[in-house]
């Protein structure tokens, strides 16, 4: 399975506009005023945003409002990666903040690196997962067979399509041998389900999941171990820019550089967006975290300073 094909088992469904429609959006967005080598930079940037990531959709707003609250116009436009890639190297798009490596983008880089800025990582776990309820008496994959009727004897995915559950068909129940186990494909908005009713009730409950995701902020739950890697390695998520657009923005580049998220605080703020907030309102979802997170733009400027 392609690395694209991995990580659209971490997404929820998109809707992606056409093709015709995004291209009028490309020229509706395009960035020629904040071009690199401009006397007077503007202060509109764009942010591209994939369609259903959401943790870039959480970043991204996060981030505009803190350039909105330095005297930023700031446009976010969402589509699909390839097209957010694309409308990057060609300068459409100033910057965006979900690019998977070494695995999920590498065809992107490579196609497109020579025309986008690195400005580093802001998040190092990006993984698939099986998990449990955190205080299940197992911690590793290579127990669960031997305790699987402490579990109904199930473990619950997602949706039949998602890389996710090939993953854990093809690689980690063979490899822990749990063949016995029934594997319920669902969907994603089921599989929550079954997770908050199991935990509600103080019962066992194993699922298909994903970091980052908002249920770690949202039910007591843990990942279970996999020495074998059969799930796959944690990947980083990227922050890249067009061309020039350091040379534009020195100091966004440099807050954006200086970026870094802890679990607590990323899944905290999906929480708020995609969970307590039904993804209704997410610029009103991001300031109620920052007034949870008082110092989180102070300490960001601090670390951007160095």
Avoid at 31 to 42: L, M, Y
Avoid at 159 to 166: F, I, M, Q, V, Y
Avoid at 184 to 211: F, H, Q, Y
Wanted: glycine share 8%; with cysteine.
């Amino acid at each position: 399975m392609s690395p694209a094909r991995h990580h659209q088992a971490r997404r929820r469904t998109a809707i992606v506009a056409s093709s015709l429609a995004l291209g009028l959006g490309l020229a509706a967005c395009a960035s020629g005023e904040t071009g690199s080598g401009s006397a007077e930079p503007s202060k509109d940037i764009t942010i591209a945003i994939h369609s259903g990531w959401d943790e870039g959709i959480a970043v991204s707003h996060l981030f505009k409002a803190i350039l909105e609250d330095e005297g930023y116009t700031v446009r976010t436009e969402t589509a699909d990666p390839g097209v957010v890639y694309t409308g990057m190297a060609g300068g459409d798009f100033d910057v965006n903040f979900d690019m998977w490596l070494p695995l999920t983008h590498a065809d992107y880089l490579e196609k497109y690196g020579d025309d986008l800025e690195d400005l580093g990582y802001w998040y190092d776990d990006a993984k698939l997962t099986v998990a449990v309820n955190e205080d299940a008496p197992v911690d590793s994959l290579a127990d669960l067979a031997a305790n699987a009727d402490l579990f109904d004897n199930r473990i619950v995915g997602i949706e039949s399509g998602a890389g996710l559950t090939r993953i854990t068909q093809d690689e980690a129940i063979p490899t822990y041998g749990l063949d016995d186990m029934d594997f319920v494909i669902s969907s994603t908005p089921a599989m929550l389900a079954e997770l908050k009713s199991k935990t509600d009730a103080g019962e066992n409950v194993a699922v298909t999941l994903w970091r980052p995701h908002w249920a770690y902020d949202a039910f007591p739950v843990k990942d279970l171990e996999d020495p074998e890697g059969a799930m796959g390695d944690a990947e980083k998520i990227h922050s890249v820019a067009r061309t020039g657009f350091t040379e534009d923005h020195p100091d966004v580049a440099s807050w954006i550089s200086a970026l870094t998220l802890s679990d607590e605080q990323l899944f905290s703020l999906e929480n708020i967006m995609f969970n307590e907030n039904e993804g209704s309102d997410n610029d009103a979802s991001v300031r109620e975290w920052l007034e949870a997170n008082p110092t989180f733009v102070d300490d960001l400027k601090a670390a951007a300073k160095g």
